[in-house]
């Protein structure tokens, strides 16, 4: 019986220990297989992002303002806005019907303004949704090639060449973007097929998407190629046609040319015969004229013959006439020009104050008006009226070609209303010259320091409009040795338009200072006779004295 009871024990422990070491290796293969999985994982995150960082590096090529992608996007956007369109016309269509509560007729009206929204943006989307990416597909429309017939069309064509080539360039460039933008599609889709093996319910609509946006961008492609074939050589025809119309104007233009030289050459010979022979200056201006005016009528007759063809060629005999009457009437045309740099370089306005230099004279007035062709001055009283011409109040007329040709100085340009005027006197040599300039400098400064002020903030808004380095304003004394004395100079900041008012006062009265002073002497040409006067003895003569 023990021996039983002992077998029996011995065989429950060894049950035992086997289902513990069973337990312990089930246990083992489960932390085995958990590892294998996890490690599998980590594998697939590993990949995923890998291919997330591939497709964010293909998104910033794809840039969102390239032309196909946005041509595209607006092709969604009007089936998206298609589609809700529908939808609320339904809605509205049973609300029509079967609308009984307030809610019901509030929700109508609702959609109907949505419809009204949604169908305005349909209008400006029309024909995307039907067929995208139609405006970039289809080629520049090629206009009507010109019949080149008369010189000024040969810019024409030349211009007409460029634009052929640049429309060309630029559908060429149009297509070479869809092919580059093909290329990365691709490369993207490729990616989405990989994320799709990994997670297919995550990945299938984007991949799907993706195919059909390649599917679209391929068939614009195909046709592009097919097209720009055929707009290559549409645009080959186009340039030969005009091409032989600008060769056919410039052969013109060389024959018209040669006979014009020759007329000029013959001419130019008959004038060197006139001239030799006729002595007579009456007749020889009348036989000039003769010609000239011969020469000319004969070019006119050349260039109407060679542009009688149309009626339109009047166009160009009148341009011809008019380059004539340009050179004729070239002070006019200048005087024109004159005005626009006047009027639009804004250097002389109406009511500034100017110098003219003109013919050896000066003119210095107020500008009253600028016409076309002239300006209007009226001519003031100034140290030039008084030193140089001896009158004014004269309305002088200035040709605006003057601008180009003669010295025109503004006394008031822009902001700047002051001018620096001076006066001079002269004193003795042996006056007290130090007190003389101190004197000189106080007066000045006195009688001219409103001027001063305004000057010094004139020439602060004149910094705007030009780099000044030297702004100092206040006034300057000078003194010189001449023959006669001591010349003291003084220069002041005075109005522009009234210098010789404060050149008389402050004159007065540095005359009266030095009339003051005891060892101050104002100096004037003078001159000294130094007379030697001899004593002599009485001579004889006659025996008598002399």
């Known amino acids: 019986m023990m021996q039983i009871i002992k077998g029996i024990f011995f065989i429950f422990i060894l049950a035992v220990q086997l289902w513990a070491s069973a337990d312990t290796i089930a246990t083992d293969n489960n932390v085995t297989d958990a590892k294998q999985q996890a490690e599998k994982q980590r594998i697939i995150q590993s990949q995923i992002s890998d291919y997330m960082t591939e497709l964010n590096r293909l998104e910033s090529q794809i840039s969102d303002e390239n032309v196909w992608i946005k041509s595209y996007a607006s092709y969604l956007t009007s089936l998206d806005v298609k589609s809700n369109l529908d939808k609320i016309k339904k809605r509205i269509k049973w609300l029509s019907k079967h609308a009984k509560t307030s809610s019901d007729i509030d929700e109508l009206n609702g959609l109907i303004s949505k419809e009204n929204i949604l169908t305005s943006q349909v209008d400006q989307l029309k024909g995307k949704s039907s067929a995208p990416f139609s405006n970039l597909i289809t080629p520049p429309k090629l206009d009507k090639i010109p019949n080149i017939s008369n010189p000024f069309e040969i810019f024409t064509g030349l211009s007409l060449i460029k634009t052929i080539d640049a429309n060309y360039e630029d559908y060429k460039r149009k297509k070479e973007n869809l092919n580059e933008l093909i290329i990365l599609l691709r490369k993207e889709i490729g990616i989405y097929k990989n994320l799709y093996k990994i997670d297919q319910k995550k990945y299938k609509d984007i991949l799907e998407k993706k195919q059909t946006e390649l599917e679209r961008f391929e068939r614009a492609l195909d046709t592009m190629n097919v097209t720009l074939n055929v707009y290559q050589k549409r645009l080959e025809i186009a340039k030969i046609n005009i091409n032989k119309g600008i060769e056919k104007q410039v052969y013109r233009l060389v024959k018209i ?290």
Do not use: C
């Open 257 to 546: 040319g040669i006979a014009i030289l020759v007329v000029f050459f013959i001419f130019f010979l008959l004038k060197l015969v006139v001239k030799k022979y006729i002595t007579d200056n009456e007749r020889f201006y009348m036989a000039n004229k003769i010609i000239t005016f011969t020469n000319f009528t004969i070019i006119i007759l050349i260039l109407f013959f060679n542009y009688i063809e149309n009626v339109s060629y009047l166009v160009t005999i009148l341009g011809f006439a008019s380059a004539g009457i340009a050179i004729a009437m070239k002070d006019w045309f200048m005087s024109i020009l004159g005005w626009l740099v006047i009027v639009f370089g804004g250097s002389i306005h109406v009511g500034d104050r100017i110098r003219v230099d003109m013919d050896g004279k000066k003119y210095v007035g107020d500008v009253l008006d600028i016409s076309l062709l002239r300006m209007t001055i009226l001519e003031d009283i100034t140290l030039t009226s008084i030193m140089q011409n001896r009158r004014a109040g004269r309305i002088v007329f200035i040709p605006n070609n003057y601008v180009f040709t003669q010295m025109i100085a503004n006394y008031t340009h822009y902001s700047l209303k002051t001018v620096w005027d001076g006066v001079k006197i002269t004193i003795t040599f042996d006056s007290n010259h130090k007190k003389a300039m101190h004197l000189v400098k106080e007066i000045t400064k006195k009688y001219s320091k409103g001027y001063t002020d305004i000057t010094r903030k004139q020439l602060n808004k004149l910094r705007q409009h030009y780099s000044l380095k030297n702004t100092n304003v206040e006034p300057r004394i000078y003194s010189f040795i001449e023959s006669n004395g001591l010349d003291i100079e003084a220069w002041y900041l005075t109005n522009a338009y009234g210098t010789l008012t404060l050149r008389s006062v402050i004159s007065s009265e540095i005359v009266d200072a030095f009339n003051a002073e005891d060892d101050i002497t104002i100096a004037y040409p003078t001159q000294k006779l130094h007379v030697a006067m001899q004593s002599e003895e009485p001579s004889e003569h006659n025996h008598e004295l002399v």
